[in-house]
């Protein structure tokens, strides 16, 4: 690891890499991840990411996401997602993405709750991790970006309200290093792993999000937080929660109460079917509800939800012949670090992209297999816009941005960033309670 790089970029999902392979050629990058480079939520995606299918579907498209959004979202970041959305998969399929492909050959489209139609290219039921594989390969095919994994930011190197770089932890050494940058990134991905029932890797904390607030940028909507109707039941607290792809609804599956009896449109909002579910176990007493895949078919649940079939027969569930435990939980933070189009933050020289930003696209709520996408999208956006940078504006020496900073105290990193939760977890609750 050098003292100064053009960019640094903080996280190594799809925000991170797309971020990275979209940078000029000739700049030096940096990629530091907390932990293994396969420990992001990019590699969970198992639904897939949307695509416009056609201009037809504009209206309809952008309809869904705003009803998702509860009308919250900023329409031009939805107008910009959805346009762009078949240029985005045709990148992907330019560094080997493997779509599944229908009997024409054309990209096969699934659906999931919230969508009136079926627009979500997918890879099995493991797209996340195929999208990100491939990312990965070709941005370490590139030499001008360097991969530091098990290296965390605890903070940045900044001034009043110019970012110059990061202040980060070598895991395994536990040496605290000041990295100059002339643009630093963040992709510092979700915040589940602040909550006992969530989804999301237990690393992902909303770090970025918490430096921020204590930095002065401005973050928005910390309360905006999305809930997942089905993950897997488990007796056991505290581990991550298996995720059953809402495309599994999307396909036929169905919601049974302790009877056996549906009790609500599988195919709505993902708010919309966890209310739902919670007044059912709340009703019935019960600590789950059961989701029957049976309707799905013996064949479509191999071929497409391979992942799903296998770990629930870990669990001890044949979803042949019998439905499985489901509950909600904590999935997707719609709120985060303030950005506009262009990812740019309210901090100079510092630019949010992927799920850490707020840009308003998702409004309150987001409608399914649309971060991937908005990931992908904003983050290269994010780096075209860093590359006009480059021309319009001078470069930072470390002599100036060491001299020029206003450090903290790093002697304890893991009790810093045990404070980073906290201090996230409280102004949550603030924003709900003045919600109230
Ligand atoms: C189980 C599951 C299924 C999903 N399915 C879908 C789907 O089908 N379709 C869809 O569109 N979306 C889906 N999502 C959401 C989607 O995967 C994420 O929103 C998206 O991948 C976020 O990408 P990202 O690059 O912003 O963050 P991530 O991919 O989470 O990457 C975050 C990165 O930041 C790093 N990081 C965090 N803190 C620090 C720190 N302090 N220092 C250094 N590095 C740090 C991490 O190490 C990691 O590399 C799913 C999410 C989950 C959890």
């Known amino acids: 690891m050098k003292e100064k790089y053009d960019v640094i970029i903080v996280g190594a999902g799809v925000a991170g890499l797309n971020c990275a392979l979209h940078l000029p050629k000739d700049k030096n990058i940096l990629i530091i991840c907390k932990g293994t480079p396969e420990e992001s939520d990019s590699y969970l995606a198992q639904g897939g990411i949307c695509r416009l299918q056609g201009e037809e579907d504009y209206k309809s498209y952008y309809t869904d996401t705003m009803s998702a959004g509860h009308d919250e979202n900023n329409p031009a970041a939805v107008e910009c997602m959805i346009k762009s959305s078949p240029d985005v998969i045709d990148e992907l399929i330019s560094v080997g993405v493997d779509f599944a492909r229908d009997a024409d050959g054309k990209l096969a489209a699934t659906r999931e709750g919230g969508h009136s139609k079926n627009r979500i290219c997918f890879h099995k039921d493991c797209t996340g991790k195929e999208i990100t594989t491939k990312l990965m390969q070709a941005v370490t095919k590139l030499k001008n970006v360097e991969i530091c994994s098990q290296t965390t930011l605890l903070d940045l190197i900044c001034s009043e309200n110019e970012c110059m770089g990061a202040v980060v932890l070598d895991n395994k050494s536990g040496c605290v ?106 009703d019935d007493g019960t600590p789950f509800v059961l989701l029957d895949m049976r309707p799905v078919g013996r064949e479509e649940l191999s071929s497409h939800f391979p992942g799903i079939v296998e770990r629930c027969a870990e669990e001890g569930y044949d979803v042949f012949s019998t439905p499985v435990p489901v509950v909600p939980a904590q999935h997707y933070f719609m709120g985060g670090v303030r950005s506009d189009l262009d990812g740019k933050t309210t901090m100079r020289r510092l630019y949010a992209v992927g799920e850490t930003c707020c840009n308003g696209v998702h409004g309150a709520n987001r409608l399914a297999s649309n971060s991937l996408l908005e990931s992908l999208l904003f983050a290269k956006r994010a780096a075209l816009d860093i590359e006009r940078n480059f021309v319009s504006e001078n470069p930072l020496t470390t002599e100036y941005a060491l001299n020029n900073a206003i450090f903290g105290d790093y002697s304890d990193p893991n009790g810093l960033l045990d404070g980073y939760k906290l201090t996230l977890l409280k102004s949550i609750e603030e924003a709900k309670n003045n919600v109230r």
Not at 245 to 252: A, D, H, K, Y
């Open 177 to 282: 290093k000041k990295i100059v940058a002339d643009y630093t990134v963040l992709a510092t991905g979700g915040i589940g792993g602040i909550f006992q029932h969530s989804t999301n890797f237990r690393l992902l904390t909303g770090d970025g999000v918490a430096i921020c607030l204590k930095r002065g940028v401005a973050v928005d909507h910390v309360d905006y937080i999305q809930i997942h109707p089905t993950t897997l039941y488990s007796p056991v607290k505290g581990k991550r929660c298996f995720l059953i792809s809402e495309s599994v609804r999307g396909e036929g599956a169905h919601l049974l109460d302790k009877n056996g009896n549906r009790f609500c449109d599988e195919l709505q909002p993902r708010d919309v079917v966890t209310a739902a579910i919670k007044k059912k176990m709340e």
